[in-house]
């Protein structure tokens, strides 16, 4: 019999995300034991999010005045908790795309729109039914509380994202925007050290 492995492809992909959605993404990524590292381009930011089972990049771009959104032509993630959450953060930031979903010798094709599957189809076995794939498969009582190793990378993930918010202030000469994020830094910084000590 032939092992099925989980592979989800998003298509034509947009999600516009405010600060706090990707916080929270970020915050359920780490949750889930993955290790996030970003690289800097000129337009956009890319998410590296890797695990022992394989990795996804996220590219992450500031849209002139439409704030920053996640834009794809075409991504492909082999790791199902990342497509979950992908598909969360669609929900939430009222995005769209198409999102093919393939496992245990089933297909799903996802289509959103304005944040809600519009039509979903999931097809094997030559048979073919109405079902949405994060519906059946999404586990409950999944989270863990955050160990002090954990909340250190998310930490240090606020502070990676305030620094280039920070350099984007100083770019635009935004006096005010810079004391703001200058403030959040030096908290966060707190944060992290207090948590440090109490190992």
């Keep these: 019999m032939e092992d099925y492995r989980f592979k989800a492809e998003f298509q034509d992909l947009f999600v516009r995300i405010s600060k706090p959605m990707l916080k929270t993404f970020i915050h359920k990524l780490l949750q889930a034991d ?22 996804a990049m996220i590219p992450i771009r500031k849209q002139e005045n439409e704030g ?11 790791l199902e908790e990342v497509a979950i959450l992908l598909e969360e953060l669609i929900t939430e930031g009222k995005g769209r795309g198409i999102v093919k979903t393939e496992t245990d010798g089933w297909i799903y094709v996802s289509c959103f729109d304005n944040g809600k599957i519009v039509s979903v189809m999931k097809i094997g076995g030559g048979e073919k039914e ?31 994202y305030s620094l280039m918010e920070l350099f984007e202030a100083m770019e635009a000469n935004d006096g ?17 050290d207090e948590l440090r000590d109490a190992d």
């Design 34 to 55: 993955f290790r996030l590292t970003w690289r800097y381009e000129e337009e956009t930011v890319e998410l590296l999010i890797k695990n022992d089972q394989g990795q």
């Design 68 to 78: 920053t959104a996640i834009v794809m032509e075409e991504l492909q993630v082999d």
């Design 130 to 160: 109405m079902s949405s794939y994060r519906t059946i498969r999404r586990r409950q009582g999944h989270r863990r509380e955050v160990d002090p190793e954990v909340m250190d990378y998310v930490l240090g993930a606020e502070i990676d």
């Design 176 to 192: 005010e925007k810079c004391a703001e994020l200058k403030e959040k830094l030096k908290t966060l910084a707190e944060q992290r």
